[in-house]
């Protein structure tokens, strides 16, 4: 990207701040802008749909996967492989950190980083999802 093209730094700031904080900058952003008449750029906008869309389907399939772990626990021979998976993602890998937590930081990381790097970041169905919303 040239120079010229890049966003302004405090959009960069504000939008890998929404990352870091599940998408609450975003929306504080959001009212913000729009009391004072103005909507915030197509970068802005784009990493903060981007950020709650992330965080809400995140939270959604953290709960399936907990409710259908729950109902499979109770099964008799089931239950011991359950707990043995579960310890397998959610137990010390590195650092203390498990798995999932590693992977979780990972994608987040980059999101982050391109995002303050003023470019848009791509997550294969998440992008995709928000690309398809926003009017050329």
């Given at each position: 990207m040239e120079r010229s093209t890049l966003p302004k730094m405090s959009e960069r700031i504000l939008a890998a701040l929404t990352y870091m904080t599940a998408g609450t900058v975003g929306i504080v952003w959001l009212i913000v802008t729009t009391v004072r008449g103005n909507l915030p750029s197509r970068f802005g906008l784009y990493h903060i749909m981007q950020s709650?869309?992330?965080y809400l389907?995140?939270?959604?399939?953290n709960w399936i996967f907990w409710t259908v772990t729950?109902?499979?626990?109770n099964i008799p021979f089931l239950n011991r492989l359950i707990r043995q998976l579960i310890y397998l993602f959610n137990g010390p890998f590195v650092f203390g950190y498990s798995?999932?937590?590693c992977l979780i930081y990972g994608v987040?990381?980059?999101l982050i980083v391109f995002s303050f790097m003023g470019l848009y970041a791509y997550l294969p169905f998440f992008s995709d999802v928000i690309k398809a919303n926003f009017r050329d």
């Amino acid at each position: 990207m040239e120079r010229s093209t890049l966003p302004k730094m405090s959009e960069r700031i504000l939008a890998a701040l929404t990352y870091m904080t599940a998408g609450t900058v975003g929306i504080v952003w959001l009212i913000v802008t729009t009391v004072r008449g103005n909507l915030p750029s197509r970068f802005g906008l784009y990493h903060i749909m981007q950020s709650i869309f992330i965080y809400l389907c995140y939270i959604i399939v953290n709960w399936i996967f907990w409710t259908v772990t729950e109902l499979l626990s109770n099964i008799p021979f089931l239950n011991r492989l359950i707990r043995q998976l579960i310890y397998l993602f959610n137990g010390p890998f590195v650092f203390g950190y498990s798995v999932m937590q590693c992977l979780i930081y990972g994608v987040l990381l980059y999101l982050i980083v391109f995002s303050f790097m003023g470019l848009y970041a791509y997550l294969p169905f998440f992008s995709d999802v928000i690309k398809a919303n926003f009017r050329d």
